[in-house]
């Protein structure tokens, strides 16, 4: 029975954190030469304003910044994420992110799922080697469902969303 449990918290986790494993990841999504080295669930927000169209014409909602918390396959918290974009570990650790690719999400409203190469812009630690994170299996995150009109302009939203990031190196 107790081999069960971490097994069975393990499966509720990733129920809760992301959609099906079966759904594949698009190959411009997989860096050639890096492995993974781990799999964290990220549950949290993405932040949106309500802002002026760039070149004027109307509003939008702009993307500010992702704030999600990060788990370990075991459920445990191991950092955070959040603007620039960072993932940070609880020793210190921390990533810098550039998007390289991105590919629709298979889940309507959810976040695209992205390839990021990564730096580290921390001490030693957990993150330190990651050249590459892989967003993918999200659920939510999309532009809110609320106007963005002149009325509304300045106003801040908060998305609820979940990930899976793949940390990767070579």
């Known amino acids: 029975m107790t081999k069960l449990i971490p097994w069975i918290a393990a499966l509720a986790l990733s129920a809760c954190a992301s959609q099906?494993?079966?759904?594949?990841?698009?190959?411009?999504?997989?860096?050639?030469?890096?492995?993974?080295?781990?799999?964290?669930?990220?549950?949290?927000?993405?932040?949106?304003?309500?802002?002026?169209?760039?070149?004027?014409?109307?509003?939008?909602?702009?993307?500010?910044?992702?704030?999600?918390?990060?788990?370990?396959?075991?459920?445990?918290?191991?950092?955070?994420?959040?603007?620039?974009?960072?993932?940070?570990?609880?020793?210190?650790?921390?990533?810098?992110?550039?998007?390289?690719?991105?590919?629709?999400?298979?889940?309507?409203?959810a976040i695209p799922w992205l390839l990021l190469t990564a730096k580290s812009v921390g001490g030693p630690g957990r993150f330190a080697g990651i050249t590459s994170v892989q967003r993918v299996n999200t659920a939510g995150g999309g532009t809110p469902a609320v106007a963005c009109d002149s009325a509304t302009l300045g106003r801040s939203e908060r998305v609820p969303y979940t990930a899976d990031y793949i940390l990767l190196a070579p």
């Open 20 to 109: 099906p494993a079966k759904v594949a990841v698009p190959a411009d999504l997989v860096p050639a030469g890096e492995h993974a080295v781990e799999r964290l669930a990220a549950r949290g927000v993405q932040i949106y304003e309500c802002r002026q169209k760039v070149g004027g014409g109307g509003t939008e909602w702009t993307l500010v910044a992702p704030e999600a918390q990060l788990f370990d396959a075991q459920g445990a918290p191991v950092g955070r994420h959040y603007a620039g974009p960072h993932w940070e570990a609880a020793d210190g650790s921390r990533i810098l992110g550039t998007v390289k690719a991105r590919a629709d999400a298979p889940l309507a409203g």
